[in-house]
C-alpha cells in the first residue's frame, strides 16, 4: 500500500495507476481510494491547506485542501479527459489520463498525438473560489494551528517533459495538426521544459503577478470585501457539475495545480486572439484576464473530495447534528448557565455597563435564520443598538470585541463616501463575463456590523440610494438582489445584523435598544483592559464562549403543542384588550426572543418560565422606548 507521502504529493500517479490497471470505473475507485485515507480527521489534518500555508510552499501536483466560498460559477470547460502517447523510437502507444491536470505530459522521447481517434474529449466545471469572507484571524489562526503539514520550499525533481494544454476550447477535437497550430497558435505548440526554463518562468509569472496583484494592477482577486487576504482559487470539478451554488461553503481537497506554463498558454491565446473590431479584442481581452489569470496568482485545484461546510467554527465538530457529536453537544449544554453568564457579563461591560442592553446584545448573537415561510426568515433579529457615543473609539471597542467571539463578521461604516462609492450588491460584468462582487456576498451566519455614527451630513448619490435600499431589504427580508444588468434576481441571505447609531437608525431592524451607559464618560481603554484581565485569569472563558455562540445557532428548537396553546392564548387575550399591544409583528418578535432565550439557557424547547421571561423582557424595552423619546422631546 503507498504511504502517505505517495498519496500526498504524487496523486497523479497513483491515479494513473489506478486509469491503466481499471475498467471503465477507475474514476470512482479513485474517490472511493481518497476518500478511505481521509476519512479520519487526525489524516486530513496531514493534508497542506491553501489557507495556511504560503503557494511557493506547496509542491505542484501535490494534494491540497481548500476551505473557501464560492464565489462565482463559469461555464463548463472541455478537456482531454484521455489522451495517447506515442513513444518516438519505438512507436509504442499507451493511453494516459487527463483527468485532474490541467497540462498534458510526456517525456521527452515522447510526444503526443492529438489526432489520435482513442482520444476522448469530456467536460468539467469551473468555480471561481475565494476564502471565506469576513473570517475573524482567530479562526484562522485556530486552523492553521491544526494543520499537521510542515511546509517545504517546492522545488521541482521531474525529468523534461513535453506539455500541451488539456483545454479544448480553441482546438476542435478532429483538427489536423496544421490547423491545430492556426485554430489554436502556439498554445498547443509541443515545447521541451528543462528545468532552467521553469524556474525562470515561475520567476517571471511570479514577478508578473506581484505587480498585478497590487491596487490598481491587472488582475483583480474580485474578493467581496476589502481587506481580505489568502488565494483565490480556480476549482475545477468532476462529474458532479451542477453540485455547488454561488454563496455556499465547501472544503475542496484535490490536486494542486500552479504550472507556469499555463501563464505562457494564455499570454499566447490572447496575443492569438487579437483579431476583429477592438471592443470585441477588448471584451476577449477582460474574459480571458478574468478567467485565467496567472497560476502563480491564482492556482488551479482539481477536485477530488469536498465537502459543504456547516460552519468554520474550529472548535465544533464539523456536523454537529451527527449521532456520534450528541456527547459533545450534551457537555456544552449542561455548561450553558455558567458560559452565558460570562458572555452577560463581557457585553455587559461593552455595553457601557448597561446589562438590560447586554442581554439583547447576547439574543443577537446567536440568532441566526433557521426556516423560510414563503418571503419570511425565521430567526432572524437584526438589532438597532441607539444612543451609542459619538466618536469611533466605542464602535473599536465592540466590533473589536465581536471580532473575538464569532467565526465572521465585519464592520461597514455608513459613511458618505462608502454608501455613494461602494459596490454593495454583485452585479454581472458581460465584458469579462463574471460575477463581479460585493460587500453583501457573504455566506450563512455572517455577522455584519453597520456603523451609523459615522454619517455626515452630505447628499446620497443613485449609487448610495441604491445601497441604502439594499442594506434594508438584508435586514427586513434577508435576500441581497444581484444585478444581471437585463435583470435583477434576489438571493437568500442569512447575515446577522447589528446596526450602532445615535439616535434611531435610519435602517429597519426587528429590536430597538437604546444603550443607557451607568457612567457619563465612560473610559474606553479601560473597559479593553478589564475585559483582557478577566479573560486571561479565566474568569471568562473565552474559548468556551466562541463553542456556544457556534453551537447555539446550529441546535434544533422545538415547541411543544401544550407550550403552543398558552403562547396562542397569550396573543389572543393581548388582541382583546388592546388591538394596538400585540400586532403580528410584536408577537413574531415575542416568539423570536423567546426561542433566543431558551436556546441561550440550554433548552432546547421552549417552557413557560421562559415564555414569561420573554414577555417581561419586552414590556421593559418598550418602556424603555418611550422613555427615551420622551427625553428627547424639547420643552416649550
Not at 469530456?122 to 492553521?144: I, S
Not at 439557557?601 to 417552557?607: D, F, H, R, V, Y
Amino acid at each position: 500500500m503507498p504511504a502517505i507521502e505517495d498519496w500526498l504529493n504524487r496523486p497523479l500517479d497513483i491515479i494513473q495507476g489506478m486509469f491503466d490497471h481499471s475498467n471503465k470505473d477507475w474514476s470512482n475507485k479513485v474517490v472511493e481510494y481518497f476518500q478511505r485515507r481521509l476519512d479520519d480527521k487526525n489524516t486530513l489534518e496531514w493534508v497542506p491547506s491553501l489557507n495556511s500555508n504560503p503557494l511557493h510552499q506547496l509542491k505542484p501536483n501535490c494534494l491540497v485542501r481548500f476551505r473557501c466560498m464560492v464565489q462565482d460559477t463559469y461555464d463548463p470547460e472541455f478537456y482531454l479527459g484521455v489522451y495517447e502517447v506515442q513513444d518516438k523510437n519505438t512507436g509504442t502507444k499507451i493511453l494516459k489520463s487527463g483527468k485532474y491536470q490541467d497540462v498534458a505530459e510526456c517525456v521527452t522521447h515522447q510526444r503526443i498525438n492529438m489526432e489520435s481517434p482513442n482520444n476522448v474529449t469530456l467536460d468539467r466545471q469551473t468555480l471561481y473560489c475565494v476564502p471565506v469572507p469576513a473570517e475573524n484571524e482567530w479562526v484562522k489562526q485556530a486552523y492553521a494551528e491544526n494543520c499537521q503539514h510542515q511546509p517545504t520550499p517546492s522545488t521541482s525533481t521531474q525529468q523534461s517533459r513535453v506539455k500541451r494544454a488539456l483545454e479544448e476550447d480553441e482546438v476542435p477535437p478532429l483538427a489536423s495538426s496544421e490547423s491545430t497550430m492556426s485554430e489554436g497558435g502556439d498554445a498547443m505548440e509541443t515545447s521541451k521544459v528543462s528545468e532552467a526554463e521553469k524556474r525562470t518562468r515561475t520567476e517571471g509569472a511570479s514577478s508578473s503577478s506581484t505587480q498585478q496583484g497590487r491596487p490598481g494592477g491587472g488582475v483583480d482577486l474580485n474578493f467581496p470585501l476589502a481587506g481580505e487576504r489568502g488565494p483565490a482559487c480556480l476549482v475545477k470539478v468532476y462529474d458532479t457539475l451542477d453540485a455547488f451554488k454561488v454563496n455556499e461553503m465547501v472544503e475542496f481537497v484535490g490536486v494542486l495545480s500552479v504550472d507556469p506554463v499555463l501563464a505562457t498558454f494564455t499570454h499566447q491565446n490572447g496575443s492569438s486572439s487579437a483579431v476583429g473590431e477592438p471592443d470585441e479584442v477588448m471584451d476577449g481581452i477582460e474574459e480571458e484576464s478574468a478567467h485565467s489569470p496567472p497560476p502563480s496568482l491564482v492556482p488551479r485545484l482539481h477536485v477530488i473530495l469536498s465537502q459543504r461546510l456547516q460552519h468554520v467554527n474550529p472548535l465544533l465538530p464539523k456536523n454537529v447534528t451527527a449521532p456520534e457529536t450528541k456527547p459533545f453537544v450534551d457537555s456544552v449544554l449542561q455548561e450553558a448557565g455558567v458560559i452565558r453568564d460570562q458572555l452577560r457579563l463581557l457585553l455587559q461591560q461593552l455595553c457601557l455597563g448597561d446589562a438590560f442592553a447586554a442581554d439583547y446584545l447576547l439574543l443577537h448573537l446567536i440568532s441566526c435564520v433557521y426556516a423560510r415561510r414563503d418571503v419570511v426568515a425565521l430567526g432572524k433579529f437584526g438589532l438597532n443598538l441607539s444612543g451609542c457615543p459619538a466618536g469611533p473609539e466605542f464602535i473599536s471597542l465592540l466590533s473589536n470585541q465581536i471580532k473575538e467571539l464569532v467565526c465572521k463578521s465585519h464592520v461597514f461604516p455608513l459613511s458618505l463616501q462608502n454608501m455613494n462609492s461602494s459596490l454593495i450588491s454583485p452585479k454581472k460584468d458581460y465584458s469579462a463575463n463574471r460575477l463581479k462582487s460585493g460587500a453583501l456576498q457573504l455566506t450563512e451566519r455572517t455577522h455584519l456590523i453597520l456603523d451609523e455614527t459615522a454619517m455626515e451630513p452630505g447628499q446620497l448619490d443613485a449609487t448610495g440610494v441604491q445601497n441604502l435600499t439594499a442594506l434594508g431589504n438584508l435586514i427586513a427580508w434577508q435576500k441581497v438582489e444581484y444585478d444581471f444588468n437585463f435583470h435583477k434576481t434576489d438571493f437568500p441571505a442569512n447575515v446577522t445584523v447589528l446596526v450602532l447609531s445615535e439616535g434611531k437608525s435610519l435602517l429597519p431592524s426587528d429590536c430597538q435598544v437604546p444603550i443607557q451607559p451607568k457612567t457619563d464618560a465612560p473610559n474606553m481603554a479601560a473597559i479593553q483592559n478589564t475585559i483582557q484581565q478577566q479573560i486571561t485569569s479565566g474568569a471568562i472563558d473565552i474559548k468556551k464562549i466562541r463553542t456556544f455562540i457556534g453551537l447555539i445557532q446550529l441546535l434544533e428548537y422545538t415547541l411543544s403543542d401544550d407550550i403552543q396553546k398558552i403562547v396562542e392564548d397569550d396573543f389572543v387575550e393581548a388582541r382583546k384588550t388592546d388591538l394596538n399591544s400585540m400586532t403580528q409583528e410584536d408577537f413574531h418578535s415575542l416568539l423570536v426572543i423567546a426561542r433566543l432565550l431558551s436556546l441561550s439557557t440550554g433548552q432546547t424547547s421552549l417552557t413557560r418560565e421562559v415564555w414569561e421571561r420573554a414577555k417581561r423582557m419586552e414590556s421593559a424595552r418598550k418602556v424603555r422606548l418611550r422613555t427615551v423619546a420622551a427625553a428627547a422631546v424639547p420643552r416649550s
